[in-house]
Structure formats: structure tokens, C-alpha cells
């Protein structure tokens, strides 16, 4: 199984080639959405697209928590990996499992006994809430799929393999689209054929990686043969994953917050705002896997003790996240109102305005959340998550306030919902930054914090 020490190699080259493969999944995994949206909007209709879109922000919801134990506990994995510790990786990875694997009952079963209390929440408009309804009530039944790719992904990626969870992932992706033509396209299936063509796809993908990591790795088939909670190991996994966990859940209660303002403006802006944030998931996805691929490297360098490589890498990191997002936020200036007619007709002029608009006024300032996800990943790394969690809070935080307070005013309307988010991240970015700056002498080893200063 293709391991990579993150340990040694120039930084440029070690960063970029292990996040590569990360990227190329996460794009994978975008051109999926982008299909399913299209599918959707093409062939059901914008109200479907209208609910599908409200339904998929609930979904990222829940997926997050686990999503945010599995990112905490690759973290505990990758230091184990960095000081070659074969029985402490052993150990966290079984307390790890017990842990997700319990929140993974939870999060599936409670969701489906509350799911009409979900929905009226939601402030689903009536006319799309049988269809929401529907498509929820199939997605929820693939959560335990999620829990194992995420899981075993994490694992592979702490050990420096991201090349294998790609692999899945893409399979995982071409089945779901195949299905998502055949069930929906050509069965007329509806939201009903979208959703389980996502579950089943889900599921190829988590059985897939598990069944690969427990062939390939005597490390994963001894702790899982032996799992045993352990209670000094529960709390240093509970130290990076809660906070992991409960900062990506902050994230994405936020967003649903927000996406419940959205729905009281009707399917119109619902239909823009569903378009417009798979255009924007699509756009700065790639500064999001480089802030994974980044924790990752300084996380095994921390656990080796070479910590005279932090600096070098959080430059690298910045110049590189950064240029990214400028050339990203300046190719989505020019081409906003031709990839909103990928999901809409042209004919729909007031839903591909919206999202225009929506596109315009988030899209230019994509640096904020280049920057922010680097910050997420560094204190990640370096056994702060609460920090992490402290930066979520303040651009979620900021981001839910002026929605709330800004688009009842009918001068700015539903716009000030999106110039909510840009405000927000500046926001966090300011303070993760001279936070470091404060704490850098206590943060990184002497020389590093002078790099780091200048």
C-alpha cells in the first residue's frame, strides 16, 4: 500500500504531489454534482432543482460531523505515522472507529424519526415538499456509506496514500452519474431516481475502500480485530476530532441557517442559489484540498519533530492557495452567466441573474476562504483545533448575522445574503492571522517563528 513520508523532498513538490490526487477526487466528485444539478434542472424542472438544492445543504450538514470526526482522527493517525509508533496507530485507529461508527447510528437514525420537523424548519415552500421529502428520506439511508469512505480515506491519507481513495471515489462518481442518466433521464424516476442513484454510489465507494485498506494493511486488520476503547486514547482523538467535528458543523449549520433565509425568497432564488453554490463549491474546491493536503504534511512533520520544515511550508502554502484563488475568482468574473446556463435554461433569465449576481459578489473574493482554509488545516495540524473552531464561528457567525440583518432591507434584499459571506471570511482570516502572528514564539520552533514574522 503506497505510503508517502511527508517528512523529507522539497516542500513545493511534497505538497503539491500529495494533494494532487485529493484534488483530482474532489473534482470528481464536483463533476458530479454539476451532473446531478444538471440532470435535475434539465429534467424534472427548476422547482425540483429548487428542492434537491435545499435537500443537498441539509445533507452536507450531517455529512460534515462525521466528516469532521474522520479529518480529527487522520490528524492523531498522521503524528502516530510521523513518530513510527505501529501500536499507538493501531490503537487510535480502533477508538477511532468505535466513536464514528456509534455518531453514524445516530446520525442516520435520528434524521429520518425528525424528518417532517427537518423540513418545516427548512421553511420548505409547499410546493416542492413532497418531492424534498422524498429525496431526504433515500439519501439518509446511505450516511453509514459515507462513514466508511471518509473514515478509511482518512486513514490512507494520513499514511500519505491519496492515490487509492481517488480511485474509488472515481468509480464511485462515473456509477453515480451513469445512474443519475438512467434513472432519472431515461426511467423518469425524478428526485427519487436522483437520490438512489447517490446512495448506491456512495455505498460501491465505502465498501470498496474498506474491503482495499483491510486486504493491503496488517495495521487497520489488527485494530479492528482487537478494538478496545481506550481511554487515554478517546480523549487525544476526542481533543482533534470534536473540535474538527464541531467546527465543520458549526460551517455547515450556518449554511443551512442561511439556506432557510434563502427558501422564504421562494424556488426562484432557491433554483439560482442551488446553481450558483455548485458553481462555487466547483471554483474554489481546489484551495480547499490544498488546506487538507497542507495539515497533512505539517501534522506527520510535527509528529517526526522536524519542525524547521513548518515555516517553508506555510509559505509555500500561501503563495500557492493564493495565486489559485486570484486566477479562479478572474476566470469566474468573465464566465458566471454561461456556467449558470449549464444548469438553466437561458430562457429562466431571472434565476441565471441571481445567480450571476450571486456569482459576482462571492467569486471575487475567493483569497478569503484560500487563506481561512490554510488557517483550518495549520491549527488542525498543530493540535489546536479549537481555534479552528474559534475562526468558524466568527465567519459563520458573521456571515448568518448580516444575512439575517441586512436582507430584509428592501434596498439590498436577498444580495446582502451573499455579500454576507465574502465579510465573513475576512473576517476570521484577520483574526487566525494575528493569532498566529501573537502566538508564533510558543506556536513553531524560534527560527521557523522568525520566518514566519517576516
Known amino acids: 500500500m503506497r505510503q508517502r513520508d511527508m517528512t523529507k523532498g522539497p516542500v513545493f513538490r511534497t505538497i503539491s504531489i500529495f494533494a494532487l490526487p485529493m484534488l483530482l477526487g474532489n473534482l470528481l ?11 435535475v434542472g434539465n429534467c424534472i424542472g427548476s422547482d425540483a432543482l429548487a428542492g434537491v438544492g435545499s435537500a443537498y445543504t441539509l ?4 455529512t460534515s460531523i462525521l466528516l469532521g470526526l474522520c479529518m480529527g482522527s487522520g490528524v492523531v493517525f498522521s503524528l502516530c505515522f510521523g513518530q513510527k509508533d505501529e501500536q499507538k496507530l493501531k490503537e487510535s485507529v480502533g477508538t477511532a472507529f468505535l466513536l464514528i461508527a456509534a455518531a453514524t447510528v445516530l446520525l442516520t437514525v435520528l434524521p429520518l424519526l425528525a424528518l417532517d420537523s427537518i423540513l418545516a424548519w427548512l421553511n420548505i415552500p409547499q410546493e416542492i415538499l413532497t418531492l424534498t421529502r422524498e429525496y431526504l428520506f433515500i439519501v439518509f439511508l446511505g450516511i453509514p ?3 466508511a469512505y471518509n473514515f478509511f480515506a482518512a486513514y490512507l491519507k494520513a499514511l500519505g496514500n491519496s492515490v487509492a481513495p481517488l480511485i474509488f471515489l472515481g468509480v464511485s462518481t462515473v456509477v453515480n452519474i451513469a445512474l443519475d442518466l438512467l434513472f432519472v433521464a431515461a426511467f423518469g424516476w425524478g428526485t427519487a431516481g436522483a437520490a438512489g442513484a447517490t446512495i448506491l454510489a456512495q455505498y460501491i465507494s465505502g465498501t470498496g475502500v474498506c474491503a482495499y485498506v483491510l486486504k493491503k494493511d496488517s495495521v487497520m486488520r489488527s485494530a479492528l480485530g482487537h478494538m478496545k476503547l481506550n481511554c487515554k486514547g478517546m480523549r487525544e482523538i476526542a481533543g482533534y476530532s470534536v473540535f474538527t467535528c464541531l467546527q465543520q458543523s458549526v460551517m455547515n449549520l450556518g449554511i443551512l441557517m442561511v439556506q432557510g433565509l434563502v427558501n422564504s425568497f421562494g424556488t426562484t432564488i432557491m433554483a439560482a442559489f442551488a446553481a450558483a453554490v455548485k458553481i462555487d463549491s466547483f471554483a474554489y474546491m481546489p484551495a480547499q484540498e490544498y488546506g487538507n493536503a497542507f495539515s497533512t504534511f505539517i501534522a506527520q512533520n510535527m509528529g517526526a519533530g522536524k519542525k524547521e520544515r513548518v515555516a517553508g511550508g506555510i509559505q509555500c502554502a500561501a503563495l500557492t492557495s493564493l495565486t489559485y484563488c486570484a486566477a479562479a475568482s478572474f ?10 446556463q449549464i444548469f438553466v435554461s437561458a430562457s429562466e433569465t431571472v434565476i441565471v441573474e441571481e445567480g450571476v449576481r450571486y456569482l459576482h459578489i462571492e467569486g471575487a473574493f475567493y483569497c478569503g476562504i484560500g487563506c481561512l482554509f490554510l488557517l483550518y488545516g495549520f491549527y488542525r495540524a498543530i493540535g489546536k483545533p479549537a481555534m479552528s473552531l474559534v475562526l468558524t464561528i466568527i465567519s459563520l457567525g ?3 448575522a448580516l444575512a439575517y440583518l441586512l436582507s430584509p432591507v428592501p434596498s439590498i434584499g436577498v444580495a446582502g445574503i451573499w455579500w454576507a459571506i465574502p465579510i465573513g471570511w475576512f473576517l476570521a482570516d484577520t483574526v487566525g492571522i494575528i493569532y498566529l502572528i501573537e502566538k508564533r514564539k510558543e506556536i513553531l520552533p524560534v527560527d521557523a517563528a522568525e520566518d514566519v514574522k517576516q
Do not use: P
Open 398 to 400: 458573521t456571515r448568518v
Open 59 to 62: 445533507m452536507v450538514f450531517l
Open 145 to 147: 456509506a459515507v462513514f
Open 29 to 39: 466528485q464536483q463533476m458530479y454534482n454539476v451532473v446531478d444539478t444538471w440532470v
Open 331 to 340: 476566470v469566474l468574473w468573465f464566465q458566471a452567466e454561461r456556467l449558470m
